[in-house]
């Protein structure tokens, strides 16, 4: 590859990331936040002016927007591809920020910003990869599908889970689709690098614990109080160990760190493993076994008066094929008298770490890092794939970052101080060209 033609396939990434986290699609879950609207009408606008068709979209509300193209490849006979992103972000409180959290402004070599690598990173890449191709003629070798959509951050349900549900003509013989939270360099020694591929996702199961008792007057004895229940279950449910699970992604995991260090680790022996991935082993340590946490309680209106019922909210998260222990689970640990509900499920995924995506993934790695190797590993939140998942289309994550060993790149999803590496971008701008090239 020339040196021109890397400087142009690199030139505008700083710059769309930069303006795309200028533009606040903060997403507060209820409804009150400003929405997508502007910065789809960016979005839109960007592939436009490179003359890429592109069509602008609204789900539930005329603030919940999305941008939907597609770009026609050498060979339409084969099953297209899908780039997608979401174009919200988590709210930032800017007084507990270094810096203005939608400033993208450039520091220690970082763009830092809301959205930094959560992800309109991956929006900025994908945008500006596609613009290289239009401006220099680049036909790709199948149709790539290009998917920016609202809500992700508060369950998908005006986003990819309506666009899968109302606009199926938008995946027409897509197939496989690429999107967030993969690809990142894990750094375990000097000359051994990993990029994480999620090739799975944990299931979701929020729940409501909802305790009942006899209300009475505060300064009474009352053996039946739904608060004392509520707390017993609470705690139960918080402190309890989830037995540790073995599913083919975390098996391949494992494998893969075991062969990189050669020495032999196992899901037996969870601390040794996650004792070598640096800051990331809080997000594999979440995809080794179920979770359940509790994160809202609710209960009375007096400081004198017991209330006859109280709730409390649970984040439960499920491996793939693992929800029904869940639900064992958390049932055995209820008392007497308190009950659960489901209030938000969703499913869990896990496509092939195998063919020719992979292989592509594989090559346009090594070419850039020789000291690089993709592996694919569990992601323990949610994205849009599962939509996607729903239509038969396999997800992966892989929109890489090849990031600096001592950065915390856990601590950036939805903290403060996001940040994502100039020459990261930059780096991910080289090897998805390559990939989508391969693939």
């Known amino acids: 590859m020339s040196t021109e033609h890397t400087t142009d396939l690199t030139s505008e ?37 490179a003359g890429i068709e592109a069509e602008r979209y609204e789900t539930t509300s005329a603030k919940r927007q999305g941008v939907y193209a597609r770009i026609a490849g050498a060979d339409s006979s084969r099953p297209a591809l899908m780039l997608h992103g979401h174009l919200d972000v988590v709210p930032a409180a800017a007084g507990d920020w270094t810096y203005d959290p939608f400033g993208a402004e450039i520091h220690d070599g970082c763009i830092w910003g809301r959205g930094a690598v959560d992800m309109k990173d991956g929006v900025g890449m994908i945008l500006a990869l596609s613009r290289f191709w239009a401006r220099n003629g680049i036909v790709p070798p199948r149709d790539i599908v290009l998917q920016f959509m609202p809500d992700e951050e508060a369950g998908s349900r005006h986003g990819s889970h309506w666009i899968a549900e109302n606009r199926k003509d938008m995946f027409q013989n897509v197939t496989q689709a690429v999107g967030e939270v993969g690809g990142f360099s894990l750094t375990l020694k000097e000359d051994v690098r990993l990029y994480l591929v999620q090739t ?47 599913t083919p992604t975390v098996r391949d995991f494992i494998k893969s760190v075991s062969d990189a260090l050669e020495i032999e680790l196992s899901i037996d022996d969870p601390q040794e493993l996650l004792s070598h991935l640096g800051p990331i082993a809080r997000i594999i340590g979440a995809t080794l076994s179920n979770t359940a946490n509790p994160t809202m309680l609710n209960a009375g209106y007096k400081h004198n008066v017991i209330p006859g019922e109280a709730s409390a909210l649970i984040d439960g998260r499920f491996l793939p094929g693992f929800e029904e222990n869940l639900l064992r689970d958390i049932d055995r640990l209820l008392p007497e008298g308190v009950y659960r509900e489901d209030v938000i499920t969703d499913i869990a995924v896990e496509a092939p770490f195998e063919g020719q995506l992979v292989e592509a993934m594989d090559a346009a790695i090594r070419a850039e890092d020789p000291f690089g190797t993709p592996v694919p590993y569990t992601v323990s939140g949610g994205t849009d794939a599962k939509a996607f998942s729903m239509l038969g289309i396999d997800c992966y994550g892989f929109l890489p970052l090849l990031l600096p060993p001592e950065l915390d790149f856990a601590a950036m999803f939805h903290g403060v101080d996001e940040r994502v590496p100039v020459e990261g971008l930059e780096f991910g701008m080289r090897v998805m060209e390559k990939f989508v090239a391969l693939s």
């Open 13 to 49: 990434i700083v710059q769309i990331v930069s303006d795309l986290i200028k533009i606040d699609s903060s997403n507060y879950g209820d409804g009150s936040g400003p929405g997508e609207a502007l910065v789809a009408e960016y979005v839109q606008s960007s592939l436009q002016s």
């Open 200 to 246: 799975a996702e944990k299931g979701i199961r929020w729940m409501k614990l909802r305790a009942e008792g006899t209300a009475g007057h505060g300064s009474f004895l009352n053996d039946d109080n739904a608060v004392t229940k509520l707390a017993q279950a609470v705690a139960a449910v918080g402190n309890h160990q989830f037995e540790t699970l073995l």
